[in-house]
Nanobody, 120 residues
Framework: QVQLEESGGGSVQAGGSLELSCTAS????????MGWYRQAPGKQRELVAT???????EYADSVKGRFAISRGHAENVAYLQMNSLKPEDTAVYYC??????????????WGQGTQVTVSS
């Protein structure tokens, strides 16, 4: 019922930048919050950054000062600007969105993931 499309992953050298984008579509009434998570090989999925409807942001300590989450003009679009990338940022990055469907039920949906590879 809700699909998330991510884009912007790729390979970059340490110190470089990438911007990820995520667009939610489907039977959406609203988007309460969107966030980015990542999972490195052999590790659990972890929070990178979240943004709620009121503009509140949360970041993992490891990315504070380097990553910035933002929303597009429409509330169903989110971006993750990643600067000063490090090899330890290498992971599959997933977008998550949550809110209400047009039938007034809640949803929480994940994207398919996009690979980010940072070489030293």
């Amino acid at each position: 019922q809700v699909q998330l499309e991510e884009s912007g992953g790729g390979s970059v050298q340490a110190g470089g930048s990438l911007e990820l984008s995520c667009t939610a579509s489907g039977d959406i009434l609203n988007v309460i919050g969107m966030g980015w998570y990542r999972q490195a090989p052999g590790k659990q999925r972890e929070l990178v950054a979240t943004l709620n409807r009121g503009g509140g942001r949360e970041y993992a300590d490891s990315v504070k000062g380097r990553f910035a989450i933002s929303r597009g003009h429409a509330e169903n679009v989110a971006y993750l600007q990643m600067n000063s990338l490090k090899p330890e940022d290498t992971a599959v990055y997933y977008c998550k969105a949550q809110g209400y469907l047009t039938n007034r039920r809640t949803y929480e949906s994940w994207g398919q993931g996009t690979q980010v590879t940072v070489s030293s």
